[in-house]
């Protein structure tokens, strides 16, 4: 996804250091070129060996180094960035960045950056609320700066509190997001529900189903990342908020609806990918339970069908749905499509091997009123892309 990127690093003086070079691995399988400036501090860390191993580029950490490969190392550095991200970013660099100080390489080549840069401050608690840290940053952002804000918990020193540094895996979003794709969904506003919903039967137990919410994350990952405004319903997953995006949370189909609802007439496009769930218990079930009449507890009624009710408000928004199907995939969603006047339903059949809930891959099939596009097995990443490339292809 980064190939032909080049992401500068830069590695200050704190325990977190040792994050980055997992950091460094996971863009260089993203086929990204990685170049590495340390601090001499970040150097009583980790050894920059590591990192020259890991991206196969040497790391520089003075700006007289006579065998860093470049002419004029800070220009030719700082200018063939796409994007730069500090991490750790210690208080020393975010002092000196806030003041144009140049004394090291780090400090130097970003003077000469243009590219944007995120820092990643990782301090203990104390330090980081520092008004004088704190002005720092403030400055910085007023620079356009982008702050990766610190995570709270147990910190190298011994204390807990804010300071400690997000893994590897929340740190590659903010560089897929900046560099990994073109923005062809800037100016679109796009809605997409995710996961499954819950309908109580008592204050104890729930009707719900097997989905983990993937596909709808990977879609509005995908949306954000190329630039939509993104609004994720979600009913309740353990997945870690995709960025940027705007998250609404819901449990119940009821819930769902009105979210949905709330936002619909400002959407260009809704993706209804949740699994919700066709029943809830009768409201007059919940009463008996309360009564101990355990015989009426599974009297169900249907939920209110939030698609259906999209597509008649309908007012030039794009609406794709999703079916999950055990048998005659393509007879039941072509009726769905139809039925619920939807101008695209992605399939999937729920006998098909890495399709459907929980994986991690989908086998998808685009269903159109004119076409049928089935696609190989693929991440649900790539099907996230694939989606909205159709629906590009399609508006
Ligand atoms: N859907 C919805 N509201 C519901 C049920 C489903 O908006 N109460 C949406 C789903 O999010 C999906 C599409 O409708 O995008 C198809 O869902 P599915 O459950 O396959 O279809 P149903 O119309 O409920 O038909 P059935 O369950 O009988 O197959």
Known sequence: MLKGKHILLGVTGGIAAYKTANLASMLVKQHADVHVIMTKNAQQI????????????????????????YQVAHIAMAQEADVVMIAPASANIIAKLANGIADDMLSTTMLAVTAPVYLVPAMNTHMLEHPATQAN??????????????????????????????????????????AAYSKDLSGKKVLITAGPTREAVDPVRFLTNHSTGKMGYALAKNAARRGAQTVLVTGPVSLPAPLYTTVVPVTTAQEMYEAVDAHFDSQDLVI?????????????????????????????????D?????????????????????????????????????????????RMEGAGFGTDTNIITMITKNEVRQLEKMSKDAAAQAVFDEILRLL
């Open 272 to 304: 209804m990918s949740a699994a919700v769930a066709d029943y809830r218990p009768r409201h007059v079930a919940a009463e008996k339970i309360k009564k101990k009449d355990s015989t009426s507890v599974l009297e169900l009624e249907r939920t209110a």
């Open 46 to 69: 980790i050894s920059p060996v590591v990192f020259e191993a890991l991206t196969g580029n040497k790391v520089v950490d003075d700006v007289f180094c006579r065998d860093s490969g």
């Open 137 to 178: 940053l403030a400055r910085l952002k007023t620079y356009g700066y982008h702050m990766v804000e610190p995570a709270s918990g147990f910190l190298a020193c011994g204390d807990t509190g804010r300071g400690k540094m997000p893994e590897a895996d929340e740190l590659i979003e903010y560089l897929l997001y900046e």
């Open 306 to 350: 939030i698609l259906a009710n999209m597509s008649k408000r309908k007012n030039g928004q794009f609406l794709c749905g999703f079916s999950m199907e055990t048998e005659h995939m393509l007879e039941n969603s072509r009726a769905k499509l139809e039925k619920k006047n939807l101008d695209m339903i992605v399939a999937n059949s729920l």
